[in-house]
């Protein structure tokens, strides 16, 4: 028997959980690092210009696979298009987030030790500097902590997708979001009162258009991607539990200005709090869990502040790991015809299995590599690189120029538009241009930045 398709009750539920899919530790550390490596109010200028024109057009193109195939990821292009090579383009929707999955989990599972070392004041009773950074090379280089915590954090995940898209995905991202967002302006706030804390806002913000090249655009195309979800099947599957009332556009915008703003919080949070207390912020995946712990070591209130970032980095991890579960679940119920609860448990136990591995990677599997990398280098270099651009350059050219032109006017406009002729003629003409042409070019740019 063929279950009833869920899907999302609400506009602001849908919103907020596409927000979720897309807000992450890439928001946290990764942004905030670029911002300031890459000529500071400059780049932002460029990073809003690329999500304009390239990064919007490619996620409204995933939205309009999704919503009129009424299916995952997996199966959405195939339903659309059964012939040819199209029907394959489900191994990369359905492989892209599981294998993320597997190694974004064993972050999550490092934000857990965190914050439970920041609520006992680890951090402050370590004494030196290099203690503190100490404290992560000693939890990755465990045999145990790391595979346990990585399957607690996968564990809580499960739970939620669990419950379905609306009891679970919606009603959490309903109270996750709005949390994660004042506390982070909390934290912002509290940084900004701090002595020096003005160099780093000025920092992160003066324009250095001296440093605008076309690598500087090929980040912040790359860093749009990454921050959108572009690529990685979540989009499709979400918006195929959209209610045809919703208009496609304004989610789409309602998503990335969610995702933008909530960057640039993380960005006052984070850069202004290492020029106050004279750390680097070139330390990458290292400002999170070895250079932040000694600002805060040192804050006034530091303590506090600790436990309310990392309580904030935790529901950034779960919301972002929540749309790459759903991913293979709903591939599951789809194709299959299993369960929820059953397609949760069986993904539960091949992500723990990989994820074990990858959290393994920085100890005692540190001599196993590919290429000269450790298997979670491997994942994250190969998926960001190769598939990710991949799969995003074959949904734009399937909707550029497979599809019908009267889907996607119907799937576009949105039912508060069917009234508005002109505005469909205007907007399908520029949305059909980017598709076609300055999307599918911004694509291929970032695939052959990372082969050359």
Not at 76 to 97: D, F, M, N, S, T
Not at 328 to 357: H, K, N
Request: with cysteine; net charge positive; aromatic share 14%.
């Amino acid at each position: 028997m063929v279950q009833e398709r869920e899907s999302f009750r609400s506009r602001t539920g849908s919103v907020l959980a596409l927000a979720g899919s897309a807000v992450g530790l890439g928001n946290i550390w990764r942004f905030p690092y670029m911002l300031s490596e890459y000529g500071g109010g400059a780049f932002l200028l460029v990073y809003i210009l690329c999500i304009v024109l390239f990064s919007l057009p490619i996620m409204m193109s995933e939205f309009i696979v999704g919503r009129s195939s009424h299916v995952g990821a997996a199966d959405a292009v195939g339903q659309l298009e059964p012939r040819g090579l199209w029907k394959h383009y489900g191994i990369l929707a359905v492989g892209i987030p599981f294998f993320t999955l597997c190694y974004y989990c064993v972050i999550g599972g490092w934000t857990l030790q965190y914050l439970a070392d920041s609520c006992l004041l680890s951090f402050r009773r370590a004494g030196t500097d290099e203690a503190i950074q100490g404290m992560f090379g000693n939890l990755v280089a465990s045999p145990v902590r790391p595979v346990v915590l990585d399957g607690a954090f996968l564990l809580v995940t499960a739970l939620i997708i669990m419950n379905g898209v609306h009891k679970g995905i919606e009603k959490c991202s309903k109270v996750m979001m709005p949390v994660l967002f004042f506390v982070m302006i909390f934290i912002a706030v509290w940084v900004a009162i701090q002595p020096g804390a003005g160099q780093g806002m000025a920092y992160l913000f003066r324009p250095d258009f001296s440093k605008i090249t076309p690598k500087v655009f090929l980040a912040a195309m790359g860093q749009s991607f990454y921050s959108l979800s572009i690529g990685m099947g979540i989009l499709i599957t979400y918006s195929s539990y959209l209610d045809r009332k919703i208009g496609l556009t304004q989610t789409a915008v309602s998503t990335i200005i969610a995702d933008f703003v909530f960057a640039i919080i993380a960005g006052c949070a984070i850069i202004p709090a290492l020029f106050a207390y004279g750390m680097p912020t070139d330390q990458g995946t290292g400002l999170v869990f070895k250079t932040l712990p000694v600002v805060f070591s040192r804050m006034p209130a530091g303590g506090v502040v600790s436990v309310v970032f990392f309580f904030a980095v935790l529901l950034a991890a779960l919301t972002s790991a929540m749309s790459l579960f759903e991913v293979p679940v709903s591939w599951l119920i789809d194709r299959y015809q299993m369960s929820r609860v059953g397609a949760s448990v069986l993904v539960f136990v091949c992500a723990f299995a990989i994820g074990a591995l990858c959290s393994l990677s920085f100890g005692v599997l540190s001599g196993f590599t590919v290429g000269g990398r450790v298997l979670f280098d491997l994942f994250d270099y190969t998926i960001g690189n190769y598939l990710m651009p991949l799969a995003g350059l074959v949904i734009v050219i399937f909707v550029g120029w497979k599809m019908s032109r009267n889907v996607i006017l119907d799937e576009v406009v949105g039912y508060e538009y069917a009234q508005n002729e002109q505005y469909h003629r205007r907007w399908r003409k520029l949305l059909l241009f980017m598709i076609r042409w300055l999307a599918p070019a911004a694509v291929i740019s970032i695939f052959l930045s990372g082969i050359l």
